[in-house]
């Protein structure tokens, strides 16, 4: 299995513009998970899909943030309009999902810089 | 509120010494406990868990410890390499809760030869 896939691995753009971040969860993998990682928060969670569904959404900063799932095998993470205080590495991270939400696999990343 | 805490951001250890890499919890419903490592420009990695009915797994060079009445757990890796510096991430979740991981800042260690 390629494992959790990411796309773009970096991006970088300007303020106001709108960033769409993508993600290939592991096939069989039913809950999906996006995180941010800045140097001030370390890894916190966003938002959290189990069977194409959110489940939690707290995380989510703000209105300007957006995530959806649209199938099993895909999911994007959109801000629109970005600002520079957004700038960190997303990560997508899959698990088997149900109740055996264990160990979670991590894509590569997307370092984001909005300038 | 951040409920697993890394209090040390960074640590320092001569190559063949031990790493110890400490992690604290809040939330006592908390029954299982990983460690993540984390090299630069990678997603991070699965390394070691445990359960909250252990107090120790051991898996080669790395050793976890739990400590459920101080909500403590540590992360022990000898003897420690270069290869082994990177960021560990330690993180918490409930099982059969459905939630997500939930992770602590990070401790970035540095072997030094």
């Given at each position: 299995d390629a494992g959790v896939i990411q796309s773009p691995r970096h991006e970088v753009t300007e303020m106001g513009q709108e960033v769409t971040l993508r993600c290939k969860p592991i096939s069989g993998h039913n809950s999906l998970f996006w995180y941010r990682q800045t140097m001030m928060r370390g890894l916190e969670l966003l938002i959290y899909f189990n069977n194409n569904v959110?489940?939690?959404?707290?995380?989510?900063?703000?209105?300007r943030f957006s995530a959806k799932?649209?199938?099993?095998s895909f999911s994007t993470l959109k801000i629109q309009?970005?600002?520079?205080?957004?700038?960190a590495v997303y990560f997508c991270a899959s698990s088997p999902?149900?109740?055996?939400?264990?160990e979670a696999f991590f894509g590569q990343g997307t370092r984001l810089t909005v300038v | 509120d951040q409920q697993v805490k890394q209090n040390s951001p960074s640590l320092s250890v001569q190559e063949g010494r031990i790493s110890i890499l400490n992690c604290d919890y809040t939330?006592?419903?908390?029954?299982y406990f990983l460690w993540y490592k984390k090299y630069p420009a990678e997603g991070p990695t699965f390394l070691i868990s445990i359960s909250s009915i252990k107090d120790k797994n051991e898996d080669g060079r790395f050793t976890v410890f739990l400590n459920k009445s101080a909500k403590h757990l540590s992360l022990h890796i000898v003897p420690s390499q270069p290869g082994d510096s990177a960021v560990y991430f330690c993180a918490a979740n409930i099982l059969n809760s459905g939630y997500a991981l939930n992770f602590g800042k990070g401790t970035s260690l540095l072997v030094t030869p």
């Open positions: 959110p489940i939690d959404d707290s995380g989510m900063p703000e209105d799932m649209p199938n099993a309009p970005s600002e520079p205080r957004d700038s999902g149900g109740t055996e939400n264990t | 939330n006592s419903m908390f029954d």
